[in-house]
């Protein structure tokens, strides 16, 4: 059974915002970090952000600056809030409890979401 459910994303038009959300039903394995991913179409998965148990971020280049991930630990969710959105952001979003703690890495094992669209217009 999926314990990483997504929800949010959609549609929105260059400049604007969307929120992602992931609950997940367990805690985050200890040395592991919630994160999200994207994969745009013909290209990888790509690391957006994670973060720590203690709520410690890491940000991709990618998302510095218009992307900010946070989480509210009681309900082991994790959020991605996009601003500032652009045609590049366009893609299937993924959240996962397996990034290597202090790392924007996956590990070999890690669990995915379900994916989110995200389709950016202008």
């Known amino acids: 059974q999926d314990h990483l459910v997504q929800s949010g994303g959609g549609s929105a038009q260059v400049g604007g915002s969307l929120r992602l959300s992931c609950a997940s039903s367990?805690?985050?394995?200890?040395?592991?970090?919630m994160g999200w991913f994207r994969q745009a179409p013909g290209k990888e998965r790509e690391v957006l952000a994670a973060?720590?148990?203690?709520?410690?971020?890491l940000y991709a280049n990618s998302a510095k600056g218009r992307f900010t991930i946070s989480k509210d630990s009681a309900a082991n969710t994790v959020y991605l809030q996009m601003d500032k959105l652009t045609f590049e952001d366009s893609g299937m979003y993924y959240c996962t409890d397996g990034v290597v703690a202090g790392s924007l890495v996956a590990g070999p094992f890690a669990n995915w979401g379900q994916g989110t669209q995200v389709t950016v217009s202008s």
């Open positions: 367990r805690s985050t394995p200890y040395g592991f970090s």
């Open positions: 973060i720590d148990n203690d709520g410690d971020t």
